[in-house]
T-cell receptor, first 119, second 114 residues
Framework: AQTVTQSQPEMSVQEAETVTLSCTYD???????LFWYKQPPSRQMILVIRQEAYKQQNATENRFSVNFQKAAKSFSLKISDSQLGDAAMYFCAYRSALAGGTSYGKLTFGQGTILTVHP | SAVISQKPSRDICQRGTSLTIQCQVDSQVTMMFWYRQQPGQSLTLIATANQGSEATYESGFVIDKFPISRPNLTFSTLTVSNMSPEDSSIYLC???????????FGPGTRLTVT
């Protein structure tokens, strides 16, 4: 079974600064997807960024980028130029890419990291 | 993309009663799922809602407690039966789109059991 670990229960950052959230995972599969989701107090899960395991290039979405280290099974999220609206719970998640497998489509989430942004 | 709505958005229920949560997707999706998020915790998968057949439950979740229906490709219900205060959680519906990486979430249903 796959596991996802976020070792930082809480993080804080000053507005306009950069912060990195950590995530490690364990799997025996070679093809999978990794995601970072944001959950503000509204409860709505918002996809921040995704990474396909077969791609060596790190994904980037505007101020958000990842450092994907497949051999180390590490998937950290960097938020640049932090904004007050970035304050939320952030979840790292894993999903198998094996079509038709018993785990297909199912997300395994980490414990979450609460991000506070100070003005 | 797909938009998911859930009803009710929140409810307060008495122990021993049951609540049915509805999930509606505005387009056809390949797979639908139900997750539970206990207070201050992460999301845990309850089951995969299969269209026209019995849901597939994860370890620790059983059909008698969480019956699920999916009569068509865009609608599913989750019932929380014989509720206890330990069932107080946010229940989220999720759907997998046609491409392999599109995954959508509903806004969640906040359930409080007294």
């Amino acid at each position: 079974a796959q596991t996802v670990t976020q070792s930082q229960p809480e993080m804080s950052v000053q507005e306009a600064e950069t912060v990195t959230l950590s995530c490690t995972y364990d799997t025996s599969e070679s093809d999978y997807y990794l995601f970072w989701y944001k959950q503000p107090p509204s409860r709505q899960m918002i996809l921040v960024i995704r990474q396909e395991a077969y791609k060596q290039q790190n994904a980037t979405e505007n101020r958000f980028s990842v450092n994907f280290q497949k051999a180390a099974k590490s998937f950290s999220l960097k938020i640049s130029d932090s904004q007050l609206g970035d304050a939320a719970m952030y979840f790292c998640a894993y999903r198998s890419a094996l079509a038709g497998g018993t785990s297909y489509g199912k997300l395994t989430f980490g414990q979450g990291t609460i991000l506070t942004v100070h003005p | 993309s797909a938009v998911i709505s859930q009803k009710p958005s929140r409810d307060i229920c008495q122990r021993g009663t049951s609540l049915t949560i509805q999930c509606q997707v505005d387009s056809q999706v390949t797979m639908m799922f139900w997750y539970r998020q206990q207070p201050g915790q992460s999301l845990t998968l309850i089951a995969t809602a299969n269209q026209g057949s019995e849901a597939t439950y994860e370890s620790g979740f059983v059909i008698d407690k969480f019956p699920i229906s999916r009569p068509n490709l865009t609608f599913s219900t989750l019932t929380v039966s014989n509720m206890s205060p330990e069932d107080s959680s946010i229940y989220l519906c999720s759907a997998l789109g046609d491409t392999t990486y599109e995954q959508y979430f509903g806004p969640g249903t906040r359930l409080t059991v007294t």
